[in-house]
């Protein structure tokens, strides 16, 4: 099975950009791996913020941004907000294998 | 609006057995595709298991052979047969559907002897 990593935790300051991004054992991630973006709040389930790469749903922030960088997945944060702090999940799809999601990045806001 | 709502989660003993129950409004279980995904404490998303609207299933191989994926059209809700439990087992349970876009508050199952 593949491995999917994410920075095990990262630091933003009010109002800066911060950029997550979900790497895969396979090799370079790809708009074929419909990558998910999901934002956990402690305590509570998660909600997705993007799917196939960079579309959003109506409920995602408009400073949440998802693309490729660099042969990752990515998830964007621009101008970040005290509740955005919470632990990043990302997911991607295998062509004939399991779904597998990555290890989560906590995101601080300080 | 899609809901969600498990249940049927609790303390059962290695090798014991539960059965998930994850009841949907808003949403028809049996014309689309579901999943389960679970979170141990403190660790990371784990998927466990599909059911397509066709019917056909697909299942982690940590559950493969132990867990069973199934819906009931009438009562609209979906199920995880859940056999053979062990410590590893132990985790929130959530029901989702098949685009992730919906997520129940999840069920919590405690393996444990």
């Known amino acids: 099975q593949a491995v999917v990593t994410q920075e095990p935790s990262l630091t933003v300051s009010p109002g800066e950009t911060v950029t997550l991004t979900c790497a895969s054992s396979t090799g370079a991630v790809t708009s074929g791996h419909y990558p998910y973006w999901f934002q956990q709040q402690p305590g509570q389930a998660p909600r997705t913020l993007i799917y196939d790469t960079n579309n959003k749903h109506s409920w995602t922030p408009a400073r949440f941004s998802g693309s490729l960088l660099g042969g990752k997945a990515a998830l964007t944060l621009s101008g970040a907000q005290p509740e955005d702090e919470a632990e990043y999940y990302c997911l991607l799809s295998y062509s004939g294998a399991r779904p597998v999601f990555g290890g989560g990045t906590k995101l601080t806001v300080l | 609006e899609v809901q969600l709502v498990e249940s049927g989660g609790g303390l059962v003993q290695p090798g014991g057995s539960l059965r998930l129950s994850c009841a949907a409004s808003g949403f028809t279980v049996s014309s689309n595709y579901m999943n389960w995904v679970r979170q141990a404490p403190g660790k990371r998303l784990e998927w466990v298991s599909i059911i397509y609207g066709g019917g056909s299933t697909d299942y982690a191989e940590s559950v493969k052979g132990r867990f069973t994926i199934s819906r009931h059209r009438f009562k609209n809700t979906l199920y995880l047969q859940m056999n053979n439990l062990r410590f590893e087992d132990t985790a929130v349970y959530y029901c989702?559907?098949?685009?992730?876009?919906?997520w129940g508050q999840g069920t919590l199952v405690t393996v444990s002897s």
């Open positions: 989702v559907t098949g685009d992730y876009a919906n």
